[in-house]
């Protein structure tokens, strides 16, 4: 069992750097992780790793907020990398 087992966490610039760190952190810990991303060839590399979910998403987009957030039915954590 790990320390977050059961939570759901989204992360924003997950492809790379200190957002794929972090999303592979979290996901060995049991987490959930909706992790995202505007470079859907890097985040796809993530996919292969159990608890991780990838999303492409815009983060200056309104919309693409919006739809996404209507489709996450439980949060736990935000971490915004997204900068």
Same mark, same amino acid.
Not at 51 to 73: C, P
């Given at each position: ?12 610039? /997950? ?7 972090? /999303? +592979? /952190? ?8 909706? /992790? ?5 060839? #890097? +985040? ?17 987009? #309104? #919309? ?20």
């Amino acid at each position: 069992m790990g320390r977050l087992d059961g939570k759901v966490i989204v992360l924003t610039a /997950a492809a790379q750097g200190i957002g794929r760190a972090a /999303a +592979l /952190a979290f996901a060995r810990e049991g987490a959930k992780v909706i /992790a995202t991303d505007i470079n859907e060839s #890097k +985040l796809q590399e993530l996919e292969k790793y159990p608890g991780i979910q990838i999303r492409v998403l815009d983060v200056t987009k #309104k #919309k693409q907020i919006d739809e996404f957030a209507n489709e996450v039915e439980r949060l736990d954590v935000l971490f915004n990398v997204a900068g």
